[in-house]
T-cell receptor
């Protein structure tokens, strides 16, 4: 049973370009979460999605950032017109949901560098 | 809002016991989790406490006191491979949506 898969592992973009980060949850998991981590800091919640629905985007910047989790395929975190401050590690996590939802499983992350 | 405080760094020697404390402020509490992260890799779930008391999993134990808004992670028989960052996190009803502390960097020395 493969874990949470994220790609790419490393992504370099020039200022103004678009970044697309992909996340495939663990098999059987229908809940996906995106986090951002700056160096020497904790993970900051961005958005929580279920298939075809954004459940909570309270941590998402209002501009340039969007996320989706289509019926088929991975979840996508999209950052338009990237700036240097977007450089960070972006982690995706998944969980099964339901009453026993006490553990989230994280992917290896995508390290975005904006040059 | 929610906020968590934990020490930024802890150093201990191999074979010792170390305790990493975490205090939190939250408007709604569903549980306290602990995660381990090596060198910026994938955070790995260690433990979860929803009720007061001690949860033991091998060399790792986690404690929660809801009345004190306080918990700790206890690592016993430290090994070099335990050198990592450890994060406490306050859960929402969904495990994946959590508020994380800034992490404690544990260095285990020979």
């Amino acid at each position: 049973n493969a874990g949470v898969m994220q790609n790419p592992r490393h992504l370099v973009r020039r200022r103004g370009q678009e970044a697309r980060l992909r996340c495939s949850p663990m098999k059987g998991h229908s809940h996906v979460y995106w986090y951002r981590q700056l160096p020497e800091e904790g993970l900051k919640f961005m958005v929580y999605l279920q298939k075809e629905n954004i459940i909570d985007e309270s941590g998402m910047p209002k501009e340039r950032f969007s996320a989706e989790f289509p019926k088929e395929g991975p979840s996508i975190l999209r950052i338009q017109q990237v700036v240097r401050g977007d450089s960070a590690a972006y982690f995706c996590a998944s969980s099964p949901g339901g009453s026993r939802d006490t553990e989230a499983f994280f992917g290896q992350g995508t390290r975005l560098t904006v040059v | 809002g929610q906020s968590l405080e934990q020490p930024s760094e802890v150093t201990a020697v191999e074979g010792a016991i170390v305790q990493i404390n975490c205090t939190y402020q939250t408007s709604g509490f569903y549980g306290l989790s602990w995660y381990q992260q090596h060198d910026g890799g994938a955070p790995t779930f260690l433990s979860y406490n929803a009720l007061d008391g001690l949860e033991e999993t091998g060399r790792f134990s986690s404690f929660l006191s809801r009345s004190d808004s306080y918990g700790y992670l206890l690592l016993q028989e430290l090994q070099m491979k335990d050198s990592a960052s450890y994060f406490c996190a306050v859960n929402s009803p969904n495990a994946g949506k959590s508020t994380f502390g800034d992490g404690t960097t544990l260095t285990v020395k020979p």
